[in-house]
């Protein structure tokens, strides 16, 4: 008797996510110029009409990629938002808080292809106008998240950036350009911007904000 042949069902989302994963590989090792549907789809083990069945063109698979690296970020920022409690005030608030900022940094593999993803997405974005609405959603995110550790944690209240003050606002951008200056710099020099490296930097900038912000209030 002949056996029927049952096809293979394919989950659409974790396809996608392959995909993603394929494009931020390319992008660490070649850029973004060489994440091609074709060079995606070796680099996924896929026929490049697998591809094309998801995405109709390199651009609006670049501009998923784009979209759903942000929300892996920001999801990651969010949980470890959500399980810091209120406000400042107790002991662990400065650990609490770098490990929040910390899931922004490339401290290992997963968090590396992100950011540098996520990195050269943002640059992409300045000569790329299909990927500058995502550019500023995920920027939005991102400063909102940092808000509320510059309101909340550094300042003790519970807020969003828009009632801060002028003094809080300075304090979140200069954080803000803290992140953004330690990704890259860990990313160009891995061998000198080391995890430990980047957590120290960013522990003396987290207390100098401190002392800032609550000379201020």
């Known amino acids: 008797m002949l056996k029927t042949r049952v096809p293979k069902i394919v989950d659409a989302v974790q396809r996608r996510q392959e995909i993603v994963g394929a494009v ?47 929300d892996r970020i920001l999801t ?18 400065s ?20 950011a540098c993803a996520w990195l050269a997405f943002r640059n992409a974005a300045r000569i790329r106008p299909f990927l500058a609405a995502e550019a500023d959603r995920s920027h939005r995110a991102v400063a909102a998240v940092v808000g509320q550790v510059i309101t909340r944690f550094l ?3 519970d807020a969003t950036l828009g009632d801060a003050t002028p003094q809080l606002v300075t304090a979140a951008e200069h954080l803000l350009a803290t992140l953004d200056g330690l990704a890259m710099h860990a990313l160009l020099q891995p ?20 002392r800032r912000v609550g000379a201020s209030h």
């Open 24 to 70: 931020c590989r390319i992008i660490a090792t070649d850029g973004l110029e060489g994440a091609s549907l074709r060079e995606v789809a070796d680099e996924a083990g896929l026929a490049v009409g697998s591809v094309r069945h998801y995405f109709d063109s390199s651009d609006d698979l670049l501009a998923f990629s784009f979209a759903a690296v942000s």
């Open 76 to 93: 990651r920022l969010q949980a470890a938002l959500a399980g810091l409690g209120p406000a400042a005030g107790g002991p662990d608030t």
């Open 95 to 114: 650990h609490a808080v770098l490990t929040l900022l910390g899931e922004f940094l490339p401290l290992d593999e997963e968090r590396a292809l992100d």
């Open 155 to 157: 300042h003790g209240h």
């Open 191 to 210: 061998g000198w911007m080391s995890p430990e490296m980047c957590r120290d930097v960013l522990e003396s900038h987290i207390e100098g904000l401190r």
